[in-house]
């Protein structure tokens, strides 16, 4: 018996060793989709083009970037397009406007997404933000303003670009005149050469980068800046000098913490379980996790599979481990068995399953064969007799422990309640065979799960 079980382990380790050393290779041979709501040109366009070039070194699996430029409406058009019909694999990945959150906060009418939703990944930089005019402008200073009106101009209603001018007209009275209808900020800096516009308000490092030596060589100035102390090397007041009220000031405070975050990289909403948990999960973790799974499983491994998958590991969430074993639970074969085929495969393939699978039967599979041995030798014993029996009250205890921490995941309307009510009713009670639970059952939660949502 020991050496058939040291040839079980010595089998089994061959075989998969090899591949645990594999890295994670999900988006390998891909192409990652880089959508940005700015025109060629522009500040956000120059990160994204520059970002492109590097992150694929550190992707396992390499994929390959493509930047799209999807501009207007102050990048809300492609914000709207990243949640509502962007893949939700991880290989769309999108560039927001510092703004994205106050564009939803505002209600704007043409804001279609929930920034909570995204999967935010990082920004690039922090910038100061500001008003620009030319010298030649009638207004010679941020005080002027008061007094003086000057025209800015716009380019959209969702873009930092249209809305700093306003908030300072509306807010403090300073006498802003915005001309909409400028694709990007260049536009309005190349208005404002032939003499059309007077400024523009947008970052100072934008600014700057548009129109090297301007402000150096005194064709144009900072009129004021966003931040709440005096940018140092900037000859410009901040914007909260002109503040006369705590209300006043909180407002310029929060529309200026809006762009602490500046360009901020993110993923559409649900990606990050196809895309991040993917990236995390290798074939070495997928072996070791079930693994552990298979070790702690006494009396069933219900309890420490939702320990190790959901709490420990985090490779699911408490609602998407209860989704998987509810998919697991009406198809042929054990519970767990298919859980690991699949969560193995969403990894990596056929493989995936494979080291899944092992590391889930391997452990019990050797300590069951030793304790069948010893159970073979020292059944007889009254001490053995009395375990055997309580391991039966323990194994029930296991299972209800899981049941309520699954019953966590589970969103409590009233189409789950009255599925549970009656899967438990007709199995519990009636006795009817599993088969037609799942025929009748399945279809009719879907069904009216469908139609809930669709009402809602």
Known sequence: ???????????????????????????????????????????????ARLMARHLSRHIPGNPTFVVENM????????????????ARDG????????????????????VQYDPSKFNWIGTPEYT??????????????????????????????????TQTPRLMKNLLGMKFKVVEGYAKPQDAILAMERGELEGVCQSLQSFRQSRPGWLESGKAYVVFTTERERVAG????????????????????????????????RRPVDSQDQATSVKTISLLDLFTGFLMIGLQGFGGIANSSHYIIVEKRKWLTAKEFVELFGVCSILPGGNFLNASIMLGARSHGPLGSIVSISGLLLMPLVILIIIAVAYEQFQHLPDVRAAT????????????????????????????????????????????????????????????????????
Not at 19 to 30: I, W
């Open 71 to 86: 501009p207007g409406a102050g990048l809300i058009i492609a914000t709207n397009w990243l949640y509502n019909r962007a």
């Open 389 to 456: 029996a309580g391991a039966a009250s323990a194994a029930a205890g296991l299972i209800i422990a899981t049941a309520i921490k699954m019953m966590k995941g589970v969103a409590w309307t009233l189409v789950p309640i009255g599925m549970a009510v009656g899967t438990f009713i007709v199995i519990g009670y009636l006795r009817a065979p599993l088969w037609m639970v799942v025929v009748i059952f399945v279809p009719l939660s879907i069904g009216l799960t469908a139609l809930a949502r669709r009402r809602s």
């Open 234 to 265: 900037v000859n410009a007041p901040s914007i909260f000098e002109f503040a006369k009220t705590d209300e006043e000031r909180a407002i310029l405070a929060y529309y200026n913490s809006v762009g602490q975050g500046q360009e901020r990289q």
């Open 128 to 161: 100061n933000r500001g008003c620009f005019a030319m010298t030649s402008s009638r207004a010679k200073s941020a005080k002027d303003l008061f007094e003086t009106e000057m025209i800015v101009g716009g380019t959209g209603a969702g873009s930092p670009v």
């Open 91 to 110: 290989t769309v990945w999108g560039m927001a406007g510092h703004n994205v959150a106050d564009q939803a906060l505002s209600k704007l009418p043409n």
């Open 1 to 47: 018996m020991r050496k058939l079980v040291l040839a079980g382990l010595a089998t089994l380790l061959s075989v998969f060793s090899p591949s645990l050393a594999q890295e994670d290779q999900f988006f390998r041979g891909k192409q990652i989709r880089f959508v940005l709501g700015a025109a060629p040109g522009q500040e956000y366009d120059l990160w």
